[in-house]
């Protein structure tokens, strides 16, 4: 199956930096990455879906100034936590899919990165 | 807006007993449904999936779910346990011309020997 990679696979930062998070798709050319925020011992909240070249779309409730979502091209998005707080700590997981919008086409996942901020 | 249910955070089986974990979905049009499998500190593994077509799907390590369109669910099942199977379980549902994922809150799976 298509591979996803995430850089880094684990991260820690103090307070009030910013981070940047890494999402590439290995051998297909993603049209759309999504964005997951993943607390310990609880579901996948999708944060933030992006097509490439465009603006990304963010879920209600999730902040898009702190969180910066860039689609460069087919293979590589990134998200920024940007003034990172504790709070903001937890497993980021990118996903990617090729394909038209209303046609089955299936996601696939990265292995997620793991931030702590101190 | 689709929406997953997944009862029993913590499910316990026995190795060599069914494994049987239980889906509901809420969805305004015929969905797209899936189990994944998470390990720790890993990404998502799709399981098996549910498009078009025949409701009894067969996935990846032995695992198998059926979709009910009357009863709404997409139970997931392995007629016997192995100690690898011991992991989160997450099924997820996607509408038609919709790509966005939701998720259930999972179940970890602990296998006993």
């Known amino acids: 199956g298509a591979v996803v990679s995430q850089h880094p696979s684990w991260v820690i930062c103090k307070s009030g930096t910013s981070v940047k998070i890494e999402c590439r798709s290995l051998d297909f050319q993603a049209t759309t990455m999504f964005w997951y925020r993943q607390f310990p011992k609880q579901s996948l909240m999708l944060m933030a879906t992006?097509?490439?070249?465009?603006?990304?779309?963010?879920e209600q409730g999730v902040e898009k100034d702190k969180f910066l979502i860039n689609h460069a091209s087919l293979t590589l998005s990134t998200l920024t936590v940007t003034s990172a707080h504790p709070e903001d700590s937890s497993f980021y997981i990118c996903?990617?899919?090729?394909?038209?919008?209303?046609?089955?086409?299936?996601?696939?996942f990265g292995p997620g990165t793991r931030l702590t901020v101190l | 807006a689709q929406s997953v249910t997944q009862l029993g955070s913590h499910v316990s089986v026995s190795e060599g007993a069914l494994v049987l974990l239980r889906c509901n979905y809420s969805?305004?049009?015929?969905?797209?449904l899936f189990w994944y499998v998470q390990y720790p500190n890993q990404g998502l593994q799709l399981l098996l999936k549910y498009t078009t077509g025949a409701t009894l799907v067969k996935g990846i390590n032995g695992f198998e779910a059926e979709f009910k369109k009357s009863e709404t669910s997409f139970h997931l099942t392995k007629p016997s346990a192995h100690m690898s199977d011991a992991a989160e379980y997450f099924c997820?549902?996607?509408?038609?011309?919709?790509?966005?994922?939701?998720f259930g809150k999972g179940n970890q799976v602990v296998v006993i020997p």
């Open positions: 996903s990617a899919r090729v394909g038209l919008a209303g046609l089955y086409n299936e996601q696939f």
């Open positions: 997820a549902v996607s509408e038609r011309g919709n790509n966005r994922l939701a």
């Open positions: 992006s097509n490439e070249g465009s603006k990304a779309t963010y």
């Open positions: 969805s305004s049009v015929p969905p797209y």
